[in-house]
């Protein structure tokens, strides 16, 4: 469990090291293929967006880095059940403050990111 949970960690700092640099191949190494993220979409419904076209909106988005923004990225919470894990955890990409739930499954001896659910504020 503590070596799940140490890789799970690293998968978040990776996830971290994206954002803040809007690296859509740091991402696309840690999320699933299949993976989607999903939000409430503008009109109040739910909103699912498959990864490449979330990888797409990731490359035409400034990096916080590059704004010379301060990091603000913490994990809340990991929570292992043997192949299955929860990852919650808060970042900014500003204008934004984001609380995002990573459901990971550990394919292959690997943990991958195979949902991400997201909601933000500004």
């Not at 690293?10 to 809007?22: G, I, K, R, S």
């Not at 191949?25 to 967006?49: M, N, R």
């Amino acid at each position: 469990m503590d070596t799940d949970v140490r890789a799970l960690r690293t998968l978040a700092q990776a996830y971290f090291d994206a954002a803040y640099e809007m690296d859509a191949e740091k991402f696309a190494s840690i999320l699933h293929p299949l993976c989607s993220v999903t939000k409430v979409a503008d009109d109040g419904d739910v909103g699912v967006t498959p990864v490449a076209a979330w990888l797409a909106a990731v490359r035409s988005t400034t990096a916080p880095k590059q704004m010379g923004a301060e990091r603000d990225d913490h994990i809340l919470s990991i929570d292992v059940e043997r192949d299955l894990a929860l990852v919650k955890l808060k970042l900014q990409v500003p204008p934004r403050k984001f609380t995002d739930l990573l459901s990971c499954l550990k394919v292959n001896g690997n943990w991958k990111i195979v949902q991400k659910v997201m909601t933000s504020k500004t």
